[in-house]
């Protein structure tokens, strides 16, 4: 049985640079961490694995520069098996058609696998499309806002879900794709072992030549989406400072000031 895990490496802070030409994002300038909600789908296949109690491999799979082998590592040392980066200039800018267009066909190349774990959303584009449109290309079922795993077979999965309305109880054969929400469990801590082991682990690099797809399918080129304008919002405030000790007097420029602008 093999479970596979996907993660996005995120910038660590709000303070992001946009290439306004392309309407991306400058990734390689920022200091960037796994998407927090990512942690949730790695815990929630490492649990997977420790339920069974069978021989199962978890794969880490991402798609991002080099650097974000680094979040591939942090995946392994905290018990995922092995990983896999997608990275190829030509992958750069893409939008989540064509970032599941990259990731499925090399899903597909990977061989046989039972679950796909995504977490909810990614925290820099709060699109959450990615998990949904990777199960439709790949014609798999998808199970989303999962808060639970209730019972799982070798060929079936009972999870419960979060909606509007409350919880429901979902059943769906396997292979599928998972995306998960914060209260399936608390993601556990990397262990030293797990570091030394995630240290000495080799996260083959998977090009385009690997792919064996146009470059037109891919990134920026493969993206329907079009950023056409990149502007940033002007904050603009005018106000008075008012420095009268007498506390009605004080009242007075208050409601003066709002009858001025129309507010009173």
Known sequence: MRI???IKQVPATDKVKMDEETGTMKREEVES????????????GLQVRERIKEDIEIVVISMGPPKAKEAIKEAISMGCDKGYLLSDK????????????????????????????????AT????GQVGPSLSAQLDLPILTYVSKIKEI????????????????????SLPCV?????????PRLPTLAGKLRAREREI?????????????DVGLLGSPTRVVKIFYPKLSREGIKIKEKNPERAVDIIIKFLEERGIL
């Open 4 to 6: 596979i895990i996907l």
């Open 90 to 121: 030509t992958f750069a800018g893409a939008d989540t058609w064509a970032t599941s267009f990259t990731l499925s066909t090399f899903i597909k190349k990977l061989g046989e696998f039972s679950i796909i774990f995504t977490g909810e959303r």
């Open 124 to 127: 820099d584009g709060e699109t």
């Open 153 to 172: 077979g070798k060929d079936y999965i009972i999870v419960e879900r979060e909606i509007e309305e409350g919880t429901e109880v979902v059943f769906s």
């Open 33 to 44: 961490v796994i998407n927090p909600l990512d942690l949730y789908a790695i815990e929630a």
């Open 204 to 216: 083959p690099i998977i090009t385009l030549k690997d792919l064996g797809v146009s470059e037109r």
């Open 178 to 186: 998972i995306s998960v929400i914060k209260a399936i469990s608390e």
